[in-house]
């Protein structure tokens, strides 16, 4: 009887483990995918926290990337985001995806 509840424990073990939560794989978030198209109303804008979040949520992107002048930014593609250009006045002059 001893050896047959060695044998099920581990099985009774991972029965009752959690799924692992999806992590991003090669810079896909799950059910993220940016899509800039209606962002037009943000250019101009100035750069705050408050006006990044709307963004974020009008794109459905999983990731906001500020650009502001100078600053060197990557040149990998990310489906799941959304980039803000800015310009010396922190004002808004481009939003772009990827």
Known sequence: ???AALFAAPALLVACATAPAQ???HGVTPGHTCDATKT???IGKPGTQAVGAAIKDVTSAAVLRW???GY???MDFRADRVTI???ANRKITKISCG
């Open 85 to 87: 250009w800015l310009d």
């Open 40 to 42: 037009g109303a943000f």
């Open 72 to 74: 060197m930014l990557t």
């Open 1 to 3: 009887m001893r050896k």
């Open 23 to 25: 992590t991003p794989i």
């Open 67 to 69: 650009a502001p002048p």
